[in-house]
């Protein structure tokens, strides 16, 4: 299982304790990795078009470039049910919306605040 943590070395990271927080569902999940992602810009790339926003090409490209890439480089289950996308807040809208548009790819959704309009 791989779990995609959006917005992975931004400043939600020392606040709500993601370490600790994969340490404790490793103990009651199948063995897992986690891939932190790091925007280059997140108020372009996590909004909606509509919002002048980037989220499909976000979305394209983490579904189509990177998860490919991470199951060709490591041993993983590559089907959408085991593969999961984490965000808080903006982070959170985008794993929304990546899971919307590609729920072949990402089949579980772990959305904590989702800053949707």
């Not at 078009?49 to 499909?56: C, D, L, P, Q, T």
Request: net charge neutral; glycine share 8%; aromatic share 12%.
């Amino acid at each position: 299982r791989v779990f995609f943590h959006e917005d992975g070395v931004g400043d939600c990271v020392p606040f709500l304790r993601v370490p600790e927080v994969l340490g404790t569902l490793s103990r009651f999940l199948r063995p897992f990795m986690c891939v932190a992602i790091f925007p280059l810009t997140r108020t372009r790339e996590f909004v909606p078009e509509e919002e002048e926003g980037a989220v499909r090409m976000y979305a394209r490209y983490l579904a189509y470039d990177v998860k490919r890439w991470v199951d060709a480089n490591y041993r993983t289950r590559t089907s959408g049910a085991d593969t999961a996308l984490l965000g808080v807040g903006l982070g959170a809208q985008a794993a929304l919306l990546c899971g919307i548009l590609h729920p072949d790819r990402f089949g579980i959704v772990l959305a904590l605040a989702p800053s949707l309009p």
